[in-house]
């Protein structure tokens, strides 16, 4: 009889059921009250006392793995049962899986960043939340300052001043007061102007300022740097131009703008018929901004530039709504590649 039930152990072992019903008929055939253990544990009073043993310890084995069989057979048709209900096919293959993008603010962005790298730029970034010194007044800035209401603020709390920073100049002092010159250095970074939302302007938006100082820099060096910019990221033919203009923490100031590279420089609604466009604001810096940040004014000299990366985009890929970048429609969105 103990080798019986062994036979019973491995034929439990091998069973195997695609539906429910043929698992209740093997739950009977074990289990049920008609079953083959109950009948095996009505035989138990027969078995020899030397035997007992060892023919409890056989037939509650088979008791548990029948019992094992059944749960593990309904739980794994109960299951299949789900996933065939949740409309998703396990076994297709992910690969059809439709590839995101990166965002064009992000591919110009890079591109950016690349130049300048190889021109031995670094990078440096800064916190987004700045205090009044690092935002304003370490860059020529001073309360009651008339430039400061070209830069319409969010500030956050008053006295001391905290604030969104409305451009990443403010990482420029930090790196300056932080390293000793010579430095070289970009800083990209997203910046907050309280402004109306156009297809021209955002209150958020992105920008990259560069720096410049060491002894004997000059102005010559900064427009080189610039020219050489403009022609890898838009074309060898692209030619600039710089203009007057102002900025207080640089003096020289000037506004840089490049030939138009939709019409080649005849004239389009893009260039508003000039054949030049603006890209970009520059000058040297101004004593007091190296002065206030610990770095010899008598001694170094130094450039700067800063660019909105949003400006750059829309002339590169002709988008003419600011706001596409910020809509995060995928439509729009997939059209842009990083090669």
Not at 81 to 107: V, Y
Not at 109 to 126: D, Q, V, Y
Not at 246 to 272: H, L, R
Request: hydrophobic content about 35%; overall charge negative; some cysteine.
């Amino acid at each position: 009889m103990l080798d019986q039930i062994k036979e019973h152990i491995i034929e439990v072992e091998k069973f195997q059921a695609d539906s429910a019903e043929a698992v209740e008929q093997f739950r009977i055939k074990y289990l049920g009250k008609k079953g083959v253990l109950n009948d095996l544990f009505l035989a138990f009073k027969d078995v020899p006392n030397q035997e007992k043993k060892a023919f409890g310890q056989t037939l509650n084995e088979l008791k548990t793995k029948a019992q094992e069989k059944v749960d593990t057979l309904k739980e794994a048709l109960e299951q299949k049962e789900d996933n065939a209900g949740s409309g998703i096919d396990l076994t297709m293959s992910s690969e059809p899986m439709r590839l995101g993008s990166r965002h064009p603010l992000s591919i110009v962005k890079n591109e950016i960043i690349e130049i300048f790298a190889r021109l031995g730029f670094t990078i440096s970034e800064g916190p987004e939340i700045e205090d009044d010194w690092h935002n304003f007044s370490a860059l020529n800035l001073p309360d009651e300052h008339p430039a400061r209401d070209m830069q319409d603020t969010f500030f956050i709390q008053r006295d001391p001043d905290y604030l969104l920073r409305t451009h990443t100049s403010s990482v420029q002092v930090r790196f300056m007061e932080k390293n000793k010159a010579p430095i070289r250095t970009i800083s990209p970074g997203r910046v907050f102007r309280n402004e109306a939302i156009s297809a021209r302007a955002h209150c958020i938006f992105h920008q990259i300022e560069g720096l410049y100082v060491d002894e004997n820099v000059s102005f010559a060096d900064l427009k080189q740097t610039l020219l050489h910019f403009a022609q890898e990221f838009f074309g060898k033919e692209t030619e600039i131009r710089l203009r007057p203009s102002y900025f207080p923490f640089t003096e020289p100031s000037a506004e840089v703008d490049i030939s138009c590279n939709i019409c080649k420089g005849d004239g389009c609604n893009i260039c508003k018929y000039t054949g030049w466009v603006e890209i970009l604001g520059c000058g040297m810096v101004d004593p007091n901004v190296l002065d206030n940040c610990g770095i010899d004014s008598k001694k170094y000299t130094g450039f700067a530039f800063g660019m909105g990366v949003e400006r750059i985009t829309m002339l590169k890929y002709q988008i003419k709504d600011l706001r596409f970048f910020f809509e995060n429609d995928v439509r729009f969105l997939e059209q842009f590649t990083s090669a």
